[in-house]
């Protein structure tokens, strides 16, 4: 599985940005698709993942303001982020977790810069 993210950028304060990740290869059995973030010194996190049944876990930091959303036909998710703040500031990770027979695999893209400054 091979996973191309884009969308980060620079935005000012109170600004938007929308994050894509498109995923190619090994497509089946996704339990779910995603993004996390890490920013400069601390632990990667979850940001907010939806799984193939349409449910989300998602970060108390995205309540309000980050909506995820996929597209099945294009192997696509997609997150809406709304009023950023300084502090979301972050490389953002997409992930696509997937069980095959019993076995669990976690796939990453490289990671896109999202920075929030005035």
């Known amino acids: 599985v091979q996973l191309d993210e884009s969308g980060g950028g620079l935005v000012q304060p109170g600004g938007s940005l929308r994050l894509s990740c498109a995923a190619f290869?090994?497509?089946?059995?996704?339990?779910?698709m995603g993004w996390y973030r890490q920013a400069p010194g601390k632990q990667r996190e979850l940001a907010e993942v939806?799984?193939?049944?349409?449910?989300?876990n998602y970060a108390d930091f995205v309540k309000g303001r980050f909506t995820i959303s996929r597209d099945y036909t294009k192997n696509t998710v997609y997150l809406q982020m709304n009023r950023l703040k300084h502090e979301d500031t972050a490389a953002y990770y997409c992930n696509v977790y997937q069980i095959i027979g019993g076995s669990e695999y976690d796939y990453w893209g490289q990671g896109t810069q999202v920075t929030v400054s005035s």
């Open positions: 290869g090994a497509i089946f059995d996704i339990n779910s």
């Open positions: 939806i799984t193939s049944r349409g449910t989300t």
